[in-house]
């Protein structure tokens, strides 16, 4: 026969301070009965450490977010609501179901399993989110359960990769970064298909949309960004899809197998590649932009020209400056019509025309967002036990969309969940290259440069080079490179160390391999 297992009365919740605890006896155990605000915590009162009855005396208080009492012997500090022992888990002790009811604290006689490993849950199975895993586990091993939600079906996968993928020119098993056997062999816990939806930052627990709860110590959101969606009429008809996922990408590759025509919405960086990978599936594509320039965050005018004349001689169009103002049809999208008055026919439209962080899930459990969820230099909210990383951050008034800073965040992060955090993440330099075959294309920085400022220009009509390198103070602040991008690895390298590039003038538009010093 099972044993049953009760609830006793230990005391009045009145006979507990704030604040404080008491000891109880319990079918011959000490418990120690803590109060902190109206919350009940139930612990062995027994110090493993001191190997005294005396945890009932010790001081209450809060470490990164966590209840704990300090042993009055050895000041070790036990989480209250899981009996860790936070500076050695071996010495952990056990904690006890609580409940107030009728005015009166009562105590469960089965403790709660015992924990000696925190809980780490990762609302976001992508690149951000998984490389703090992936940091995290190198440092310490497996220092925390973890259970990760992720939105998508798919395993984590490098996003970076999803225009060749759409161009034909790799398989989705050539982008997995992490496949399913990761997570078994390292012991996560992994919810595929199955985003979060809500987070209960008193009880610390997180439900996604299958019901399924799962408590933390820590959490991390990385909860990525989401495209932007023009508000015009039209914009939900059959053959309008975004570029932001596999699901995006499938949807483009079964419409270029039926269909001819398409639009693409943007011509920043992702619009061009996608636009590319859809000529290359043997579409006509005409790429669509509000302003005379593509790439304008990333490139001047000059390397802007070039790169579109590039593009042209591939084969696409381009209408711009140009404003969206209907997406045209009936039972799929037929044109796509302009503020001009003129129409494009399509069967197909991508929005790429930008993204915005992802912070409806932290807004609705109260987390502090602007643009993006707020974080400091160690990628935590104000809620110490909430980490945010990756493109739903907002550090230092800044949003990034880039993996390289992406990755920056993700380790600092790690380091701090692993509590060996020194670092710190104090923002990044940008830089960008195009993911288009045949066309080399780099820029970093300020590229354009203000009035204290300078531009060294180097341009080859005939092999088709262009170079700009802005200097300021005798340092290099920016650069944008078309045609040869060698040395955009060198440049950034100059620019994030602040180099002095005087002795360097005369010779940096040509490159490390003439400007360096023999």
Not at 103 to 122: D, H
Not at 161 to 184: C, H, M, T
Not at 266 to 272: S, V
Not at 340 to 354: P, Q
Request: some cysteine; glycine content about 10%.
């Amino acid at each position: 026969m099972k044993p049953t297992h009760t609830w006793s009365s230990v005391c009045s919740f009145e006979d507990v301070l704030p604040n404080s605890g008491v000891a109880a006896l319990i079918d011959g155990r000490q418990i120690a009965v803590f109060r902190v605000g109206d919350a009940i915590y139930a612990l062995d009162n027994y110090d493993p450490h001191s190997e005294a009855n005396v945890l009932s005396r010790g001081l209450v208080g809060d470490i990164n977010g966590e209840p704990v009492v300090a042993s009055p012997v050895y000041k070790h500090h036990f989480n209250l609501a899981t009996g860790r022992c936070i500076e050695d888990a071996n010495y952990s002790v056990r904690a006890w179901p609580t409940r107030v009811s009728d005015g009166k604290i009562w105590i469960k006689t089965q403790p709660l399993r015992k924990t000696t490993r925190r809980r780490l849950v990762v609302i976001g199975n992508g690149m951000a989110g998984m490389k703090v895993v992936e940091e995290l586990l190198g440092i310490s091993g497996q220092p925390y359960d973890i259970t990760v939600f992720g939105a998508e079906p798919v395993p984590n996968y490098n996003r970076i990769l999803l225009s060749p993928l759409l161009a034909g020119e790799k398989r989705f098993d050539d982008i997995v970064l992490n496949p399913i056997q990761w997570y078994r062999d390292n012991g996560v816990t992994l919810h595929l298909g199955d985003p979060a939806v809500a987070i209960d930052r008193v009880r610390r627990r997180v439900r996604s949309r299958n019901g399924i709860e799962a408590e933390y110590d820590r959490l991390l959101l990385a909860t990525g960004s989401n495209p932007i969606v023009l508000p015009v009429p039209g914009k939900e008809l059959p053959g309008v899809v975004t570029f932001r996922d596999l699901q995006d990408v499938n949807t483009m590759l079964e419409a270029a197998r039926t269909h001819k025509k398409a639009v693409v919405i943007g011509g920043g960086l992702l619009g061009l590649e996608a636009a590319n990978a859809l000529l290359k599936q043997g579409m006509q594509v005409t790429v669509v932009h509000l302003l005379e320039t593509l790439m304008e965050r990333q490139l001047d005018p000059v390397a802007a020209q070039l790169l579109k004349q590039s593009l042209e001689k591939r084969g696409l169009q381009f209408h711009m400056p140009a404003k969206t103002t209907a997406i045209l049809g009936m039972d799929r999208v037929r044109a796509v019509q302009f503020a001009d008055g003129t129409l494009i026919e399509a069967d197909l439209v991508v929005m790429a025309a930008g993204i915005r962080p992802n912070t409806e899930l932290a807004r609705a459990a109260g987390l502090r967002c602007d643009r993006g969820v707020l974080v400091n230099d160690t990628m935590q909210t104000f809620d110490p036990c909430v980490y945010a990383v990756g493109e739903c951050v907002q550090h230092r008034n800044n949003t990034y969309g880039l993996v390289a800073p992406l990755y920056e965040q993700a380790s600092v992060c790690a380091t701090h969940l692993a509590e060996h955090g020194v670092g710190r993440y104090r923002g990044s330099m940008l830089s960008t290259h195009l993911k288009v075959t045949g066309i080399d294309l780099f820029s970093a920085g300020d590229f354009l440069g203000g009035p204290g400022s300078e531009a060294l220009v180097l341009r080859d009509s005939k092999r088709g080079i262009y170079k700009r390198i802005v200097i300021e103070n005798n340092k290099v602040r920016g650069a944008v490179l078309y045609g040869d991008t060698r040395d955009g690895a060198w440049y950034c390298e100059l620019m994030n160390e602040g180099r002095d590039v005087g002795p360097l003038r005369d010779k940096l538009i040509f490159g490390e391999a003439v400007a360096r010093p023999q």
